[in-house]
C-alpha cells in the first residue's frame, strides 16, 4: 500500500501515513499518538487490550519517532484534530528518538545547536514551503520572460566589489576569495549576448556583525537584463515580478501564515504600479510628517531610521507596503550605475515593510565612462577583470537583485538565524 | 517601439531589432549587416548614398559592436538568412567594440581569458538554453511531486564527505571549509521532516586533476526524499526525472542541438524504465561480449574502461543509453548507504553515454548502524556532527545527486571548459 500524505486522508478509508509521533499519551486502555508529516497531523488510537502488539510497540515510542501506521480512519467528532482518527492494525516503527535536547521555546541558540529538530516545527515547514514558492514563481516568471538562467563562480581571483569583507580561500598554492555577489559576472552575461539572466546562489559576506539581519552566507536571486534604457524599466520588472510572486504565495499558503504566524502577517498582493518617490522628496514628506529631519551629512542616501519610516509613510500615502526610491547621489551610491544628464544615477532602493529589499539599477556599459567611474571610487586596479568585460562590445542593460533570506524574514516577521536551513554568523559555522 | 526578437521578426514588418554585428561587409555603395541577438541573426543593409548619416555610423562599426536598428522588413529571395532583410532608417550604436582577441577556432584557453566573447557563439549559448530547460524541468518535475527547495550553507566547519580535496577559508580568527556536496544537510532535512527536498548549489572540490572533466567547482542538483525503502525506488525517481527533463529539452531544443552540434548529438528521450544490471552480471556480459577481462581487485567497483564499454553495451543489449548498475561492494561505496541482508550496499550508479552521472542510494538512517559503518571506514570523528541528525527521530530515505556541468558535457560532446559559464581549474580563477 503506498503512502498517503495526511492532509489527503478522509474518513472512511483505510490508508497507510508516516510521519513523526508529534504527541503520545499512552495510558492503561489506550494509547493516543498524534503523527505529524510536512502536510499535516491524525490522530491515531490504539485499543491496547485488543491489540497487544501494537501495545508493545507502542511502549517504545518516545516524542519524536517515526512510525510508519496503516489501518482505517474514522469520522470522531470528538478528535479536535479533523474531527477523525485512524485505528491501526499495522504499525512500523522507523527510528526511535532519543530524548529530545530543545523544545519549542528553547532560546535560540540551543535551537541553532539542534537545528534538525528545530525545523520540524509547523512554522519552520512552511516557512520552507514559502520560499520554495517564492524563488520557485520568480524563476517562472522569468522563465517565460526569456531568462536564461546561469551558475556563476563563487570563487574567484581578485575580491569583487569593494576590497573588503571577503573571505579568503587557500587555493592550491595560491589564494582565491569567496563571491560577494554575482553582479560583476551578471553583467558579464550581458556582453556574453545572454540578453536576459538570472540566478539563485549563494553570497558570501565577511562582516563581523551581530544584528538579527546579518549574516555571513546567505542565498542571492539576481537578475540582469540587456536593451533596458531607463531605471523605470527595471522598476517595472520588479514590481511585475514580485507582484506575480506574492500573489503565488497568498494562494498557496496565505492562509497558513495568518494561522502559524498572525493576522499582522497576512500577505498582501501589491498592485503595480508601486508609488515611487525621490529621495528628496521623500526626506520632505518624512519630515512635514513625521518631524524626522535628516542630518546634512546623510541627504544623499537613505538613513536607517528613514527606511523605517517608510513603512508608515508608503501606506498613510499611498496605501502600499512598497516604496521606490529613486535620485540617491552618486557618492553614496556603487561606480557601475550609470549617471543621467544630471549626474545622478539611473538607478532605486525597493523598500517593503520599511525595510530596504532591493537596490537596482541601469548599468554603466560604456567602457570609458564606466572606467572613468571606478578611478573617481578609487577602485582602478581592483575592477580591472571587470572593466574588460565592456571593451569588445556591450548591450545597455540593468538589473536588480534580491535576499530571499531577508523577504522570508519579512514575509513572516523572524530573525535571519529563523530564516535560514542553517544560519551561518562569525560565531556559528555548525552544525 | 517596442524591440522584436530577431526571431520573431517578419517580413512585411517595421520592427527595431537589438544586436550583436556578427558580419559587416561595408562596400562604397551598400553596407551589409548580418546582426545577432539571442533568438536568431537578421541581415540589415544599407544603401548609402539616400542614407549619409545611417552610412556615417555604420563606418564606424567593427565587429560585435552592439546596436539598434529600426525599418521595414522585406522579403528578399537572395538573402540566404531567412530569405529577408531589414532595410534600416535608424541605426543606434549602443556600444563599439575593440578588434577582438579571440576568433572561433582560437585554442581552448584564450577563449577561458576572453569568456565573455566565446560565450557570444551560437552553440555556447544554445548550451545556456539547454543547462536552463534542463535544470527547469528538473525542478518542475519536482515541485508537481511536493518536493521543496533547500539552500544549503557551503560554508562548513568540518571536512565533510571526506578528510582530502576540501578548500579552507580563513574565517575570521578560524576556519572555515567549502562544501564538496550537499550529502550531509540533504539528509539532515529528511530528519527535519522536511520529507522530500531538493537543491541548485555549487559544489567545491580542491582537486589538482587537469582532465577535461574535472573541475574546482561546478553545479551540483540534488535531491532526498523520505520514506522510500528500496533501491528500485530511487532509481524509479531518477528515471522518471531524466525521462521528463530530456522531453522537454528534445522538444524546445532537439532540432537546434542537431543543427549546431552535429545529428550523432540529436537527443534520444529515453523511455521508463531505464534498463538494470548487478556489477557481476555486467562484467559477466562485457566479458563474454567485448573479451574485457575486470582485475580482480577492480570487481567491486566500475573501472573507467568497463564504464566507457557500458555505452555500446546498453545499446547493444537493450536500445537504451542509460543503464543502471547496482550491487557494488560495500567497500567502494560511502559509509552512508544502506546495505540489505547480504550486506550489499543499497544503491547504484547510472551511466549514460558510458559515462557515470549519479550514484544514488537508500541511506542508512539508523544511528547505530550508521555509526558502525562509519567507524569500519575510520570516520569516526569527522563524521560526529553528521551522526547526531540520526538520534532523535529520522525517516527512512534515499537520493541521489547530479552534476549540471557534467550532464550538459554528455549532451553536446564538450569538455567541461566549454560547458561552464567560468570554468574553475587549479590554473584558472579568472575572468
Redesign the interface.
Known sequence: MN?T?IADVKAGERVRI????ENLRNKKKMAFLVI????GKLQVTIEKEPNPELAALVDRL?L???V?VEGPVVANEYVKMGGMEMLPDTLKI?????A??IKDDSEIDSRMD????D??REQ??LM??L??TL??SM?EFL?QR?F???????????ASESGSEV??????DGK?Y?AQSPQF?KQ??M??????IFE???V?R?E?SYTNKHA??F?GFDLEF??CTSCEEVMHMEETLLAYAFEKVAAKHGEDIKRLFGEDKAVIVPTVPFPRIRLADLYAELEARYGYTVPDECKGDLTTDAEHLCAKFAMEKYGSEFLFVTDYDAKERAFYHMRDERGVPMGYDLIWRGCEITTGAIRE??YDVLKKQAEEKGLGNDVS??L?????????HGGFGLG?DRLTMLFLGLSIKEV???F?G?NR???
Open positions: 503512502r500524505y508516516s510521519g513523526f509521533v505529524k508529516d510536512i502536510s518516545t519524536d519517532s517515526v510508519t522507523e527510528s526511535i528518538a532519543d529530545l535536547p539542534y537545528r534538525w529538530i525545523l520540524r519552520n515547514q520552507i514551503k520560499q520554495t524563488v520557485g524563476r522563465l526569456d536564461v538562467e546561469i551558475h556563476t563562480p563563487k570563487l574567484i581571483g581578485a573571505f579568503e580561500v587557500k587555493y592550491f582565491a569567496l559576472y558579464m552575461a556582453a556574453s549576448g545572454l540578453d536576459r539563485t546562489g549563494p558570501f565577511a563581523k555571513t552566507e542565498t540587456s536593451y556599459h560604456r577583470f571587470y574588460q568585460f565592456f571593451r569588445y562590445g556591450c548591450p545597455p530571499v535560514q536551513f542553517l551561518r562569525p559555522l555548525t552544525p
